[in-house]
């Protein structure tokens, strides 16, 4: 998150930014407890780093989860009563376990935003933002997003027209240029500087690779172990150090509010407080 925060800046040093964290059916016991799960409190650190407001849509929610007001997950946003089981007509947050309903759980969402903008209306000075030096020396700022061309590419490889190929078509947003390889043997190669390369592709019901780096011995991936035909978008981590040289081998074929501040035990990279920040705007 913070290579994004920073090569935003980079672009645009006046974009504002703002951090929006939402919730799934295991999270909702720690946040009514005021714990934050793992990923937004990494988050968090960089949010207090860069003076970035934050906001999490779900501690409402949550509460009222935990204390039985609501349930989390119905077909149906409104749950009749149970007298058999003593339980009371109640409303539901979602039909699965995240996404809400618009009658109920979107609903709390939208106030928690509002209430959110209110207090953070007056904070903060218009401007080009500054780029303090790294949280973390070796984030994700120089990362990108690198599309193939046949100069990367050994072998009978085909590039997919969108007007005449459905797969082209359908993933056009996400692949721009999509290539297929049919041949055992088909290969592409490539040369970086860095500590991560990875591979975005789709994925077939019987497809397998052979990935070399820094004149290494090989390493077979075969893939995948499960294959969704309706969602085959994957990615594969091709190293994890600094290589000059990756080969890759085809295998086979195919404040006003108490929920605008941080929870009083979550520490982050400032002093933990039970007011809002400054620079910080919190929301449940």
Known sequence: MEGVVRQ????????????????????????AAGRFPRSASAMEHIADHYGIPSIHL??????RIRVGEWI???PKPDVPADPDRGFPARKAFAPDGCHPFAETGHRLYTEALARAFERMEN??????????????????ENAMMILLSRDFLIGSWWKLDRTTNALARNFARQLPVLWQATEAGDSLRFSFHGRWAALYDLLGPD???KVQANAGPGQKSRRPKVFRRNSPLASLLLSQRSARDIFLRRASPCGHFWENSAPWNFQTGSKAAPDLRSSHARNA
Request: some cysteine; charged content about 20%.
């Open 58 to 63: 779900a501690m409402e929610a949550a509460r």
């Open 8 to 31: 935003i800046w980079k672009a645009d040093a006046a974009t504002e930014i703002c951090f929006v964290y939402t919730m799934h059916e295991g999270m909702t016991n720690d946040l």
């Open 123 to 140: 904070l903060g000075q218009p401007g080009a933002h500054a780029l303090p030096e790294p949280f973390t020396p070796d984030n994700h």
């Open 207 to 209: 497809g397998g690779c």
């Open 72 to 74: 989390f997950k119905s």
